[in-house]
């Protein structure tokens, strides 16, 4: 079935720090991307998704690009802050009627002052 | 607008005991969701509603689970008997009828620990 890989965790980095989270998918056809993050006691939220190929999803200075070549969809950050201590989930949205969504294992991001 | 709201926030049984949790999406959304997520891994979904109608549960343990949304607004998840290995974190989330922006919102979660 269609499903999400993430790279590993716990990632740690120190503040300003660049951040590259990886994200591939396998998919039938071209699913919509997202990437959900979940912060210390609350619950996951949207912080960014993308719905066709080369489409860029961007929220709060992270960025992914949709790339339908390398079946990808990482997130970046150019300089992480210690409030963007989180996990971080990918997740795809399947082609097909409803819209449940598949999520990865989830990466740990901490960062240090 | 308020989110959406789970209860209780934490549970501890003992195996072969019942347990239901309780959640309440935010008003005006038709599609509802239950995930599972076991420690240190992604949500998994469990059942999925359109109003009070059944989209897809192909991932829900029916010998074990059953979940209802009556009225096409709160629903109701329940297990009985737990097991161990349902100790996780249960995800209720929420999205406007035919939204296509595959946003969901989700509520705090409970989290179930089953001994």
């Known amino acids: 079935g269609d499903s999400v890989t993430q790279m590993e965790g716990p990632v740690t980095l120190s503040e300003e720090a660049f951040l590259t989270i990886n994200c591939t998918y396998t998919?039938?056809?071209?699913?919509?991307l997202f990437w959900y993050v979940q912060y210390p006691g609350e619950g996951l939220q949207l912080l960014l998704k993308?719905?066709?190929?080369?489409d860029k999803g961007s929220n709060k200075g992270f960025e992914a690009t949709y790339r339908k070549e390398t079946t990808s969809f990482h997130l970046e950050k150019g300089s992480v802050q210690v409030s963007d201590s989180a996990v971080y989930f990918c997740?795809?949205?399947?082609?097909?009627?409803?819209?449940?969504?598949?999520f990865g294992k989830g990466t740990s991001l901490l960062v240090t002052p | 607008e308020a989110g959406v709201a789970q209860s209780p926030r934490y549970k501890i049984i003992e195996k072969r005991q019942s347990v239901a949790f309780w959640c309440n999406p935010i008003?005006?959304?038709?599609?509802l969701y239950w995930y599972q997520q076991i420690l240190g891994q992604g949500p998994k979904l469990l059942i999925q509603?359109?109003?009070?109608?059944?989209?897809?549960d192909s991932q829900l343990p029916k010998d074990r689970f059953s979940a209802e949304r009556l009225k096409g607004v709160d629903s109701t998840l329940k297990i009985q008997p737990a097991k161990l290995e349902d100790s996780a974190v249960y995800l209720c989330?929420?999205?406007?009828?035919?939204?296509?922006?595959?946003?969901?919102?989700f509520g705090e979660g409970s989290r179930l620990t089953v001994l």
């Open positions: 997740a795809l949205r399947p082609l097909g009627p409803g819209y449940a969504l598949n």
């Open positions: 008003s005006g959304h038709a599609t």
């Open positions: 998919a039938t056809g071209y699913p919509s």
């Open positions: 989330a929420s999205a406007p009828g035919g939204s296509n922006t595959g946003e969901l919102f």
């Open positions: 993308a719905t066709k190929a080369d």
């Open positions: 509603f359109q109003n009070n109608g059944v989209v897809d």
